[in-house]
């Protein structure tokens, strides 16, 4: 017989708002260091300059306390939970929402989420409720992964149901076409976020959550990871740039992740992250 | 390309002067607006009601600025993508608007418009939005409260570093 492992809500609740303010403010070294090899490889003045205003802008976000980009985003949370684990108190979904309305108080977040989608769009004026995906693992502990989407980048995101004979250049082109018609919309140098695999709904998930992976880590299947390769470098000569203005850097990495799916299906998700890539991880 | 410093707002003989890919410094006030402003001022042009802005003194900027935190000037300020904005652009370019400021490409039918209209699109750099606020000096509510980030802003501004896009 296993011990279950009793973790009150609360303390949930007191660590995602702990978190906050590194999610809100500090953009991750690993990205932060991916700016700075860019700016080595860029040839343009005007994508450099764009690249040197990002890595002050970090600076300026993490000193001052102050938003690396407006919008704030969609607060996400992929959360693993051990089975091991029994949660007490409230409804973890609730305690989560209250943190998310705390932190956006407490750090001055700009309010995004509105109630209705398309009848009555009123602001629901504190960015709850948050899009929470909740998974049972093995174990006794609780993973948290956190992130801010914006709007921008998320907007020029595309779900495809391929066919089965769909081969890795087909998903190449795709992946390229949709980057390209997004042109400088999601705020490149992007992260993408891809899913093979799965059905409609978990092919998307699974292109969300490759965006919470460690930045620049390659898919453990080596075939995958060539593929991630490829997709960066023809990302990266499309000729984008940074905010769309021309240059070499394009895309900083490509995260992509796969799953079982049925005879008939070959689903591709693209999800986009733009270059204000708001994310971290913990556990309890 | 060159650089033009330029005290808001924008007049057709300052608009005249200013070519693509031309470097621009705003001292002066932009006012925010976005979808849900957007949405209102086409009700308002409807009913045939007075906006709250004198849109040919106006530089309309795409952005929904985050909170101002207690002790500065303002919070996070950054466009957001204009392409959304086109349909009403087209009838506030009709009704006198000189000048936009946001992210991104615009429809033909806008481009076209600007032209004809003697107007100007300005873009800015988006996500280095806390490197943007060091150049606004003052954020204030100026209409529709109720839109939240939504609302219109008066933003003023000073060095505001943008590009000129179509003109």
């Known amino acids: 017989m296993h011990d279950i492992r009793i973790v009150p809500s609360r303390d949930i609740h007191d660590a995602i708002l702990d978190h906050y303010r590194e999610l809100s403010f500090s953009l991750d070294l690993r990205l932060q260091d991916m700016f700075r090899r860019d700016l080595a490889i860029e040839t343009e003045p005007g994508a450099q300059e764009i690249l040197e205003d990002m890595l002050k802008n970090a600076v300026i976000a993490e000193e001052q306390n102050i938003p690396p980009c407006q919008d704030t985003g969609t607060q996400v949370f992929f959360i693993e939970i051990g089975n091991l684990v029994h949660i007490s108190g409230d409804h973890l979904e609730s305690v989560i929402n209250e943190a998310v309305a705390e932190a956006t108080e407490m750090l001055y977040l700009r309010r995004s989420i509105v109630c209705d989608p398309l009848y009555d769009r009123v602001n629901s004026g504190d960015n709850t409720p948050a899009v929470i995906h909740t998974r049972i693992v093995p174990g006794s502990e609780i993973l948290i992964h956190m992130g801010q989407k914006g709007g921008g980048a998320e907007n020029m995101s595309r779900l495809i149901m391929l066919k089965p004979d769909a081969t890795p250049s087909d998903i190449i082109e795709l992946v390229v076409e949709t980057v390209v018609a997004a042109g400088g919309k999601s705020c490149p140098p992007i992260i993408l976020g891809i899913g093979l695999g799965g059905n409609f709904e978990s092919c998307a998930s699974l292109a969300k959550r490759a965006l919470f992976r460690e930045l620049g880590e390659s898919h453990p299947l080596p075939e995958y990871a060539r593929l991630e390769q490829e997709i960066l470098l023809r990302l990266n000569e499309t000729g984008i740039g940074p905010q769309g203005l021309g240059g070499n850097c394009t895309a900083l990495a490509v995260h992509l992740e796969t799953a079982p799916c049925h005879i008939a299906s070959l689903p591709l998700a693209i999800n986009i992250q733009c270059h204000s890539h708001r994310h971290l991880s913990f556990r309890i | ?167």
């Open chain 2, 1 to 167: 390309m060159r650089t033009h410093t330029i005290e808001l707002p924008f007049t057709p003989e300052i608009i005249s002067n200013l070519a693509r890919g031309d470097k621009v410094i705003l001292n002066g006030a932009l006012f925010t607006a976005r979808d849900a402003a957007h949405k209102r001022m086409l009700e308002y042009h409807e009913r045939g009601e007075d906006l709250p802005l004198v849109l040919r003194e106006t530089c309309i900027f795409y952005c929904g600025p985050s909170p101002t935190p207690p002790g500065r000037s303002c919070g996070a300020i950054g466009p957001t993508t204009s392409s959304r904005m086109d349909g009403a652009s087209l009838i506030l370019l009709k009704s006198g608007l000189l000048a936009m400021l946001g992210k991104g490409e615009r429809s033909p039918e806008v481009e076209n418009l600007i032209r004809k209209a003697g107007a100007v699109y300005l873009t800015c750099s988006g996500g280095v939005a806390a490197l943007m606020s060091q150049y606004v000096v003052s954020c204030e509510t100026f209409a529709w409260e109720d839109l939240g980030p939504e609302a219109i802003y008066r933003l003023v501004v000073k060095g505001f570093p943008a590009y000129v896009s179509i003109v």
